[in-house]
Nanobody, 113 residues
């Protein structure tokens, strides 16, 4: 049973923007802190941004000022707005329900000219 479904990845030029979305079941979303992580080949998965049920956010230093995480409680989604993208942002991005340690399937983001 798929409980987290990501969407919005793709290919974008440096300096461009993408918006990732993660849809969760209501029972999970309403009770869980949520996060976006990313992973590149040969490296550990790293936290990009997280948001609590109360809306408190935190970001990796590498994305501060460029990425913004938000949650839509009516739609049971958590979104990641990514601006001023750089080639080093290229990775598979994963949504996670942190409170339950549930992961989505991942979505590829490629930043390249």
């Amino acid at each position: 049973q798929v409980q987290l479904v990501e969407s919005g990845g793709g290919l974008v030029q440096p300096g461009g923007s993408l918006r990732l979305s993660c849809a969760a079941s209501r029972s999970i979303f309403s009770a869980s802190n949520m996060g976006w992580y990313r992973q590149t080949p040969g490296k550990q998965r790293e936290l990009v941004a997280a948001i609590t049920t109360g809306g408190t956010t935190n970001y990796a230093d590498s994305v501060k000022g460029r990425f913004s995480i938000s949650r839509d409680n009516a739609q049971n989604t958590v979104n990641l707005q990514m601006n001023s993208l750089k080639p080093e942002d290229t990775a598979v991005y994963y949504c996670r329900a942190n409170t339950y340690n549930l992961w989505g399937q991942g979505t590829q983001v490629t930043v390249s000219s």
